[in-house]
């Protein structure tokens, strides 16, 4: 693979499978869609090394495929079965999660008896003709793979029956994949490839499968290449960069061992500590919590879409040289001139989806709302809920195969699958590629999924040209219609003329601009920071000559480089102008006008200039000096460490207290608060607003209370502008300050009637959290975890209401039946030394065997392999002489063994609350009565938070928890199905690719299709192989 511009391969994963000719952007180009059958021989002559090699050959197939081929797999005997069971008689899509079943399901095979060819090919063309006849698959390209040791016949039959009837077109091809070394009869295996535009191989090891099994992507792209001027282009399907999904199981595999060498070693320092039920709470909570951890946003993977075309061999003949079989004993190698449409590779370039969003301008969308392009599979390309990752680093097994439908949720109360029929329709107009819009009532989940609103959105979407992509905007429809825009009288070009420096409302250090939003960019200059380049453009739009670009849509520089340098190039051709080319060392491109190398979006550049200048007075307000008496006395008596202001153009400015005792507070918020209008205590505000006006939204960190550092609670306002009977968010202002200060103040108020043993107080959010609780350590944790029976009588009362959001990217965990058993570790040397040398004897033995045979024997490769077919020795089991275990020893030995498992998408559901924003509920003038109702809520005035005060003298029940953690959907589905299954049964509408090459009337001439192959006997490695096993 050759890159442009010219750069060293990085290297940063443990284990590099990176193969381009394995990417989804290199096979959809080479290849159009295609509907794909294999056949994997089961008799009982499959075993040992040919079915290691059988299974690779079927995983390197599977790997070639995506989401707009079809495939299913069939395992044959005196019967035909299919791996996964619930797949019968059917093609499925090759999404990564059907995918990883069908790895799944040839695993467990195993040989039988006898293979029937016939019944196995008959299935696969009569799968492959009700596919096309019922518009199911992919309706383009056709095969059947067969993989086996030989075949008895060539059924000639069956391909005149359901391959022949429209000569010379043959719609369904055929690969065959001869397995094993000592293979006599190959010529009919061969046939079937040779007789239906297929191509056949000999595979004797594992070493060169990759290599064989990709022989069929060219033959499958002559009909594109005979085509000589069609070069389609195709967009690819989301996908993490060079990363490979096997690598998930891989890194997932190395986290268990790191967790187990954790606990042994925290186990010889605190020893029978760990089994205390405390401590084993403790740490089975705690791995839990981890697998909860699924953050949105991750830059440990660079995600991206390709866009490729194919690049043809334009020859028509070539000579080539072949081993010709002369008579029974004889090859010789003979050259001659034949008919090729060979495919030269693949052309592409790579599109990061952060560079995508960026040309959406989020700026315009505004607080809430968002962008998400569909691709024609109904896959979501990017989204806000696009969860990709799992634990922080590790790739979810069925990560680019999220349908838009699983991650907009409609707030319609339907159970988990059963989606409503309009969001349905509204997805089928998508993947059309129509022009329309709607609204609807959906929930939105944040704060790590532990959050819901319930809220009223507009949906517009309209195709993206020339792709299969089409584009959606979707924002609330309270406060998503409107939005701020800047006078003439504000412009830049005005303000500078009036003599105002732009770059002073800029100055110091307590201010950020949101790192992902495109403001201005230099073509052929880097900045350290989003700041840096900022203040570099406002001192060059200060000087005489700025101009803007032509229209905010104007290309990015770095396009804009290229352009001009293409035009060079044409000149160049044309007129034989001399120009200086690009430096092919670097790939940089020529210098260019500084007009023409910079890119600015003038209408945020606007925005932010200023929004600046309104905000310039938050650093130097004298009510921040700490010399202020008022402001001390604000400081001390509610702890403020921070206070901040957030703007919609992005703009984010701090102040710091207390600097002197706390330095580094501002840094450390600045650096994770950077975002503005992103940021979850900004939507949260502006969402506040339309409960209560003038309230605050006060929030803590979750499980603050287990932590031993000073909690600190976030206070956020949202600010409006109105005009002309229109509103729209302009800005968020608030305060961190200390949760000890709002602890005294709290008690202060409360006085006495919060101190006595038999009553308990409770400061709550709107979602359910302890804000201050008279026991510290329950701050931040859910209400319902704490006292699960009062928070059934506040959903019972209608203070909260219950959501539930399913989460259908989940992962969960699948056994692997390992026993993990120590004695096995005793004595490893031992054991390995046996085997080497068992090994080595058997290896030796099948080569003579083998040496004596090859005479007359026909086979190609010279490289010499044994096929063992029998079992290892048992290991003899050891103990280290210290006699039995002590049952205490045993007893951490088995709690300490991690239970290994592996990756499994999964769909899980969360039961989430909200405050019913009634501002006249009833239930706030109820009273406590007795037992009866054993609680009194109220509403805190200018908050999101309520008052609940709870006797705690009446008896409750003590085991009855709410929970806002997730747990697995159970769809009642039998023991050998899975959720791929449940899926496949209520598969989705998609759109077909529009480039369709499938068959071309001169393919017929072509007659390369695989060698006939040959073994030869070595005289030397005979005799070396007979000295070494006396010597042994």
Not at 380 to 404: E, T, W
Not at 439 to 448: A, G, I, Q, R, T
Request: aromatic share 12%; net charge negative.
């Amino acid at each position: 693979m050759r890159q442009f511009p010219a750069s060293k391969w990085r290297k940063d994963v443990p284990v590099d499978l990176y193969d381009c000719r394995l990417r989804s952007w290199y096979m959809e180009a080479a290849t159009s869609p295609k509907d794909i059958v294999i056949l994997m021989d089961g008799s009982g002559s499959m075993l040992g090394q040919r079915l290691d090699i059988a299974k690779h050959v079927v995983n390197t197939i599977l790997d070639t495929l995506g989401t707009n081929d079809f495939v299913n797999i069939f395992t044959f005997d005196k019967e035909v079965n299919p791996v996964v069971g619930c797949f019968e008689d059917t093609l499925i899509q090759a999404t990564l999660g059907n995918i990883r079943e069908l790895k799944e399901g040839i695993e467990n095979f195993g040989p039988k008896s006898i293979a029937n060819y016939t019944a196995a090919l008959t299935r696969a063309f009569e799968i492959l003709e009700e596919a096309k006849s019922s518009s199911r698959g992919a309706q383009c390209n056709q095969a059947i793979m067969i993989i086996g040791d030989g075949a008895p016949e060539n059924n000639r039959e069956v391909f005149e029956l359901h391959n022949w009837r429209d000569p010379p077109y043959k719609p369904v091809r055929i690969f065959t994949y001869l397995i094993g070394k000592e293979v006599a009869n190959w010529d009919d295996i061969r046939w079937m490839a040779c007789e239906n535009q297929g191509y056949y191989v000999h595979l004797s090891d594992t070493a060169e499968v990759r290599e064989m099994v990709l022989n069929y992507i060219p033959v499958m792209a002559r009909p594109l290449v005979l085509g000589r001027h069609d070069h389609p282009v195709i967009w690819s399907q989301v996908y993490a960069d060079i990363e490979d999904t096997k690598l998930s199981d891989h890194l997932w595999e190395i986290k268990q061992c790191e967790e187990q060498k954790a606990d042994v070693l925290e186990y010889w320092q605190v020893h029978d500590r760990m089994l205390e039920p405390s401590e084993m709470h403790r740490r089975e909570y705690r791995r839990i919590k981890e697998t909860w951890n699924q953050p949105v946003d991750s830059n440990v993977y660079q995600f991206m879409t390709t866009v490729s075309m194919p690049i043809y061999d334009r020859r028509e003949n070539a000579n080539i040289t072949e081993e010709v079989l002369i008579n029974e004993a004889l090859w010789e190698l003979q050259t001659r001139e034949t008919k090729i449409a060979n495919i030269l590779g693949v052309a592409g370039t790579d599109v990061p989806i952060n560079e995508i969003k960026k040309l959406l301008s989020p700026f315009m969308l505004g607080v809430n709302g968002y962008a998400f392009i569909v691709t024609n599979n109904g896959y979501v390309l990017f989204h806000p809920d696009f969860r990709p990752i799992f634990q922080g680093y590790i790739l979810k097994p069925a990560y680019n195969s999220v349908d838009m439908i699983e991650v907009e949720l409609l707030d319609d109360d339907r159970p988990a699958r059963d989606f409503n029929p309009v969001l349905m329709t509204i997805r089928d107009s998508i993947i059309n590629q129509s022009t329309n819009s709607k609204w609807m009532l959906v929930k939105n989940h944040f704060d790590e999924m532990k959050r819901v609103n319930r809220i009223k959105r507009q949906y517009y979407w309209t195709a993206i040209k020339n792709t299969p992509f089409t584009l959606v905007i979707s924002y609330p429809e309270q406060y998503g219609v409107s939005r701020i825009d800047i006078r003439s009288e504000q412009d830049i070009h005005r303000v500078n003329i009036k003599g105002t420096n732009i770059r002073s409302f800029f100055d110091g250090k307590r201010w950020k601009i949101h790192p992902d939003w495109l403001f201005c960019k230099q073509s052929n200059t880097t900045f350290r920071t989003p700041e840096i380049e900022l203040l570099y453009f406002l001192e060059r739009m200060s000087e005489p000559g700025w101009r803007w670009p032509a229209s905010r849509s104007a290309m990015p520089p770095e396009h804009t480089a290229a352009m001009f340098y293409m035009r060079k190039l044409r000149l160049q051709s044309q007129y034989s102008c001399k120009f200086t080319a690009n430096n092919s060392s670097t790939g940089r491109y020529p210098s260019i006008n500084e007009k023409e190398g910079y890119y600015c979006d003038r209408q945020l550049m606007q925005a932010l200039v200023f929004d600046a200048r309104v905000t310039e007075w938050f650093s130097k307000n004298t009510s921040f000096n700490s010399k202020d008496d008022k402001g001390n006395e604000f400081k001390q008596r509610f702890g403020v460490t921070v206070a901040f202001l957030a703007t919609h153009s992005g703009l984010t400015r701090w102040h710091e207290f207390n600097m002197a005792e706390e330095p580094g507070v501002g840094e450390t918020f600045s650096q994770n608060n950077k975002r503005a209008i992103d940021e979850i205590w900004y939507k949260r505000a502006v969402d506040q607003h339309f409960v209560r006006e003038e309230s605050f939204v006060y929030s803590v960190p979750f499980d603050a209370g287990e932590s031993n550092s000073e909690i600190l609670v976030t206070a956020s306002h949202a600010i409006f502008h109105n005009e002309g009977g229109r509103s729209a968010p302009a800005a968020v202002v608030g305060f961190q300050f200390q949760h000890s200060a709002l602890y005294k103040l709290f008690h202060n108020i409360t006085g006495n009637a919060c101190a006595v043993d038999d009553k308990d107080c409770y400061i709550l959010d709107n979602n359910g959290y302890v804000i201050i609780s008279t026991r510290v350590h329950e701050t931040g944790r859910f209400f319902g975890e704490v006292n699960g029976a009062i928070m059934k009588r506040l959903l019972e009362e209608n203070v909260y209401k219950r959501v539930v959001v399913y989460d259908y990217q989940a992962v969960c965990f699948e056994s692997r039946g390992d026993n993990n058993a120590s004695s096995m570790l005793l004595s490893p040397l031992y054991h390995v030394l046996r085997m080497s040398k068992w090994l080595l004897h058997t290896a030796l033995w099948y080569i003579v065997q083998l040496m004596q045979l090859a005479t007359g024997v026909s086979a190609h490769y010279a490289e010499m392999y044994s096929d063992i077919n029998g079992t290892e020795p048992e290991p003899e089991h050891h103990h280290n002489g210290h006699g039995k275990k002590s049952d205490s020893e045993e007893h951490w030995l088995r709690y300490l063994t991690l239970h290994r498992t592996r990756l499994k998408s999964c769909d899980m559901q969360r039961e989430l609350y909200t405050l019913y924003n009634e501002k006249d509920n009833v239930v706030y003038n109820m009273t406590a009565h007795a037992c009866e109702r054993p609680f009194v809520v109220l509403p805190i005035p200018f908050s999101n938070l309520i008052l609940l005060v709870v006797d705690q003298l009446c008896p409750r029940d003590a085991a009855l928890v709410l929970t806002v953690n997730p747990q697995t959907i159970d769809y009642h589905l039998s023991v050998n199905d899975s959720l791929a299954c449940y899926k496949h049964a209520r598969e989705f509408n998609r759109m077909r690719p529009q480039s369709c090459i499938s068959r071309h009337a001169n393919e017929s001439n072509i007659k390369l299709c695989g060698k006939a192959c040959s073994l030869y006997a070595s005289l030397s490695l005979l005799l070396l192989c007979h000295i070494l096993s006396r010597w042994l």
